[in-house]
């Protein structure tokens, strides 16, 4: 059996992809005024998106507990994996990869190996993708991981928020920031060049943050075949139309494109009307 690839709820991969790559997802853990449930199997975007809307209301999330790696990989190595490769999204963000770091060296780290993809949303999904394509090709555990590395170095994400508020409630960004953004009544764009979140742009309406994505993303390809992913929360039509623009600039050097509602972790911290281009440039 080729080496096994995790990874973790918040890659928001399609479910189709998920299948046909073998992957195993670990669920993070949301908490909506203190109930807890898993993401996209008891908890789910609209369930954040209502909470969120609500005036007074808590809403958390937490990283899987070691433990719960742990399981996992042994019950892959059982199945007959020659290894384990560990894909996840950023520490700066989580304490997803530590806890995967700390059942790895339980289970053995001759067998099972963690990768930080310092994104979140497809640019987490593309590098697992990009390391499950590696094992059905018969990588070892060295050739899997560094495949994903290699995804991760050509991987991009940037994002629109409406608000920065839920994400300085959260922690994700400092109240400096959040505090700029809503005194002049701008609307953020931003991205993770080092795994944290950091204001790139700053725009005065939702139209213009749409445009600027499309800039951003047509940048970032430069002259390089691309695939896409474009996630939204609450907002399917700027989906639509960032994937139509984007569609239309890329022309013909545009390859495989994913649409999907980030889910209830995500929506947690960024909030309604969060729209997100990620850029996987091909090798």
């Known amino acids: 059996m080729p080496v096994a690839v995790v990874t973790d709820s918040t890659a928001y991969l399609p479910p189709d ?5 073998r992957l195993t997802v670990v669920p993070l853990t949301v908490v909506l005024n203190g109930a807890e449930g898993l993401e996209g199997i008891e908890t ?11 005036r007074r209301v808590s809403v958390s999330t937490s990283r899987p507990a070691p433990e719960q790696f742990a399981r996992v990989y042994r ?4 199945d007959g994996a020659d290894g384990v490769v560990s894909v996840h999204l950023s520490a700066e963000l989580s304490g997803t990869v530590e806890a995967a770091r700390l059942a790895a060296a339980e289970v053995g780290d001759d067998r099972v190996t963690v990768v930080d993809s310092r994104s979140t949303g497809m640019g987490l999904g593309f590098p697992a993708l990009a390391a499950a394509s590696a094992a059905a090709e018969g990588a070892d555990l060295t050739g899997v991981r560094a495949a994903a590395l290699d995804a991760v170095g050509r991987t991009t994400i940037f994002f629109y928020v409406d608000t920065l508020e839920f994400l300085r409630r959260g922690g994700r960004i400092n109240a400096a920031e ?42 970032t390809a430069g002259d390089a075949d691309v695939d896409l992913a474009v996630h939204h929360l609450a907002v399917p039509h700027r989906a639509d139309e960032l994937l139509a623009a984007l569609t239309e600039r890329l022309g013909d050097r545009l390859h495989d494109t994913y649409v999907s509602e980030a889910g209830a972790v995500v929506a947690a911290h960024a909030g309604p009307g969060l729209a997100s281009v990620v850029v996987h440039r091909r090798p």
């Not at 789910?44 to 609500?54: C, I, N, V």
Request: proline content about 5%.
């Open 178 to 219: 959040a505090l700029l953004g809503t005194a002049l009544s701008v609307k953020p764009i931003m991205h993770m060049p080092d795994g944290a979140i950091v204001v790139r742009d700053k725009v005065r309406t939702a139209g213009r943050g749409m445009a600027r994505l499309v800039d951003l993303a047509v940048e």
């Open 75 to 78: 019950a892959l190595l059982a």
């Open 17 to 21: 992809l998920v299948r046909a790559h």
């Open 44 to 54: 789910f975007p609209a369930d954040a998106t209502r909470a969120l809307s609500a």
